[in-house]
């Protein structure tokens, strides 16, 4: 059986599949130095536990995380999916561990307190790394640089999919196929297409490989669509960072520690983002709807030495007036602003005033979009008609949206990669062996 697309997803139904017992080949467009997909840029993951465990203190159970995502989702999921989730996001640690993934143990100071996601040690490349090398030990067959253009039914049963690789085409015969290609963020003119010009000053966190072709072939070959093409997961970035596979390092971390203005200095806000770990998903809508779609983070030096450490370092000055020239900002604009904010009793803990000055530019990073492929709870694509090929499955982001068609929970994307991963491997393998 083949497998395509080496995120997450497609590691974990390459494993299971092959602990299953299948004969497995794992088909992934990007070049060896870049596999791994979106979890490279992973920092934590979701899980339940009812006690504390090497790797996660306290408890956090089933009835939480089951809550939490009715809260995100407003109940609009597939329960029989949602419970699935829920059910193995409890082994789903034990799990990795059992395949070569360290696991960072909690209260070392490294990585903030979280009862509910532990962090692989290392981040996610380390998991990834460990997933890979997994998958070599149990025999699966790895073709890095092999873009799969097309899926075709084959005469007789089974599937023909024609690979890109090193210029040519070839095709590959298989019995069952695992669709793990991610979901359709990669590609600026499907995004163009179902946001409008809006989508043209995005940057896209994650990787250019999950370019969407894979969900267009299953739905024009009948698949069922679900979710929301025009709803998605956008957050503040860094403005100087790449337009593709920033990953998590170019997110602006530190907006709840100073003010934020746009272009022409005037302030910005967004009612009740606060310092809640969900800010982020509610100041980059609001950055995209911004002049240009560009704002600006001004911290003073008390507040940038509360923030986090950057990978790209701030705008500095040593006074508002040169930061306001620095970002091409009419002065007296700029400084009138903060003055207001300033003298606002509840911005007290965040005044802008002691120099040196900084701004960190901001645009909107795309993380995914609400939209993919119907399937059933064996991972098997459901067709428009409500039909399903036996052979035929798909897991990870371009399924997420079974669950997900609406918000998010930190952590949650790797959980539901790596366990619908799990479920469409071990499927896959029962089916080939008969
Ligand atoms: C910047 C960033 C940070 C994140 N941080 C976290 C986090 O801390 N915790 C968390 O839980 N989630 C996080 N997420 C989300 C999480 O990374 C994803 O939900 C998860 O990795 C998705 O896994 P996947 O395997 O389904 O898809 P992807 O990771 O998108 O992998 C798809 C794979 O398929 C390959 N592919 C695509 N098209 C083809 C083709 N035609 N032929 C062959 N191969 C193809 C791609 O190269 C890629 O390797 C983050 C996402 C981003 C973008």
Not at 9 to 26: D, E, F
Not at 196 to 204: C, D, L, P, R, Y
Not at 212 to 232: E, M, N, Q, V
Not at 342 to 354: C, D, E, G, Q, S
């Amino acid at each position: 059986m083949t497998v395509i697309g080496g995120g997450i997803a497609g590691l974990c139904a390459a494993i299971a599949a092959r602990r299953g017992g299948a004969v497995v080949r794992l088909l992934e467009a990007a070049p060896r130095p870049l596999r791994g997909g979106n979890a490279r840029h992973g920092r934590n993951f979701r899980l339940t536990h009812e006690t504390p465990l090497d790797y996660v203190p306290d408890r956090y159970t089933a009835e939480e995380l089951r809550a939490e995502l009715r809260s995100v989702t407003g109940d609009d999921t597939d329960r029989a999916l949602t419970e699935l989730l829920i059910e193995r996001a409890h082994s789903i640690a034990g799990w990795l561990i059992d395949h070569g993934v360290h696991l960072q143990p909690p209260g070392t100071g490294v990585m903030p307190y979280s009862r509910r996601t532990a962090f692989p040690l290392g981040g996610g490349k380390a998991m990834i790394n460990a997933l890979y090398a997994s998958a070599e030990r149990l025999g699966i067959a790895i073709n890095y640089d092999s873009e799969v253009r097309s899926i075709l039914r084959s005469e007789g049963g089974g599937w023909t999919i024609n690979v890109r690789s090193t210029g040519a085409d070839d095709p590959i015969r298989t019995r069952s196929v695992v669709v793990c290609a991610g979901g359709a963020g990669a590609d600026q003119a499907w995004l163009r297409a179902n946001f409008g010009s809006t989508a043209e000053g995005w940057m896209v966190r994650g990787t250019p490989y999950a370019d969407g072709r894979l969900l267009d072939l299953l739905i024009g070959a009948g698949g069922c669509a679900i979710g929301d093409p025009t709803t998605c997961h956008v957050v503040p970035v860094d403005a100087r960072g790449p337009q593709f596979d920033g990953g998590i390092v170019t997110r602006i971390t530190s907006i709840p520690l100073g003010l934020v203005v746009d272009r022409s200095g005037a302030r910005i806000d967004v009612a009740g983002a606060g310092s809640q770990p969900t800010h982020y998903a509610k100041w980059g809508p609001r950055i995209a709807d911004c002049p240009g779609q560009l704002a600006y983070l001004l911290l003073d030096a008390r507040g940038l030495a509360r923030a986090a450490p950057s990978a790209l370092a701030p705008i500095t000055a040593p006074s508002l007036g040169e930061l306001a020239a620095t970002l091409a900002i009419d002065p007296a604009a700029l400084l009138q602003n903060i003055d207001d904010f300033n003298a606002a009793p509840a911005n007290a803990a965040r005044t802008i005033a002691v120099p040196p000055f900084f701004a960190y530019p901001m645009r909107p990073g795309l993380t995914f979009v609400h939209y993919g492929i119907k399937v059933d709870a064996t991972m098997r694509v459901v067709q428009a008609d409500g039909r399903r090929h036996d052979d035929l499955f798909a897991a990870g982001m371009i399924m997420a949206a079974n669950v997900l068609r609406l918000g998010y929970l930190a952590g949650l994307g790797i959980t539901l990669s790596a366990v619908f991963g799990q479920i469409a491997g071990e499927e896959a393998a029962r089916h080939v062996r008969g």
